[in-house]
């Protein structure tokens, strides 16, 4: 069974910052992605990061998301600049699937909740 540990959420204000980590030890062999998931929404790919380490973002944080992953560590990072209110939501990491959007894996990690407001 995969085991995903999501940390690094927060409240903070709009403007402000925040760093996301995931531990897995999948992230070396995968296309690695952010999703995340706010009330009454579905949970969303927000990011994705290529084994060869080209990455993309969903529209509406391109430009204030940065993922990156340390494969020595295991670890795969957001980095989220200019936080808005609609970032509000529970962050997740999981593999992608090729189709480019899907998660790959069934099971997911506790998330770690972003909550930005003043």
């Known amino acids: 069974q995969v085991q995903l540990v999501e940390s690094g959420g927060g409240l903070v204000q709009p403007g402000g910052s925040l760093r996301l980590s995931c531990v897995a030890s999948?992230?070396?062999?995968?296309?690695m992605g952010w999703y995340r998931q706010s009330p009454g929404k579905q949970r969303e790919l927000v990011a994705g990061i290529l084994s060869g380490g080209r990455t993309n973002y969903a529209d509406s944080v391109k430009g204030r998301f940065t993922i990156s992953r340390d494969n020595a560590k295991n670890t795969m990072y957001l980095q989220m600049n200019n936080l808005k209110p609609e970032d509000t939501a529970v962050y997740y990491c999981?593999?992608?699937?090729?189709?480019?959007?899907?998660?790959?894996?069934?099971?997911w990690g506790q998330g770690t909740q972003v909550t930005v407001s003043s």
């Open positions: 999948i992230v070396r062999f995968y296309t």
């Open positions: 999981n593999a992608v699937n090729p189709d480019g959007s899907s998660p790959l894996f069934a099971s």
